[in-house]
Structure formats: C-alpha cells, structure tokens
C-alpha cells in the first residue's frame, strides 16, 4: 500500500482533506487488524506494560528487549514446528 492513512472515525463530520478510495481503506482496516493481535501478545508475554523507568533510553530498551523476546518465541514456535514435520514425514 503506497497511501499511508489514518482510519478515522464514523462519527467526525468534517471532511477528511485526503480522502482514501473505498479499495485503500479497507486495506487499511484489513492491516490494522492484522497487526492488533500481535501487539497484544508482545504486550501481555512481553512485559510491555506501563512503564515505571526514569530514562527514555531504559524504557526504549525495555520495548527492544519485548519485542526480541517475541520475535524469538516465533522464531521457536516455527522451528518446532518444522522439526515435527519433518519427524511425521521421516
């Protein structure tokens, strides 16, 4: 998608001054739900809750760290289940 917008919602009268074609904002909607569950994961199993750090580059830190730690629980899941497959085939 080469349009980057921002839904908006149902309820605001003014006109948008970019209007999205129908086709590009149900893409939009499409990704956005695609991408929500995947944020709560990181957030849940993550850790990645309020933060109570004093610094910006602790808490940014903190985010990485979550965000690694999902990526290498996928990254396992994946593996595993590779692993299986080949096992069930061999």
Do not use: C
């Amino acid at each position: 998608m080469n349009e980057i917008g921002i839904q908006r919602p149902g309820n605001i009268k003014k006109a948008h001054p970019k209007p999205l074609s129908e086709e590009s904002q149900e893409k939009l909607a499409n990704r956005r739900s695609g991408i929500e569950p995947l944020i709560g994961h990181a957030k849940q199993k993550g850790q990645l809750g309020r933060s109570r750090m004093k610094s910006d580059k602790s808490i940014e830190s903190s985010g990485y760290t979550s965000i690694l730690g999902f990526n290498l629980r996928q990254f396992i899941r994946h593996q595993a289940e590779k692993v299986k497959s080949l096992e069930l085939t061999g």
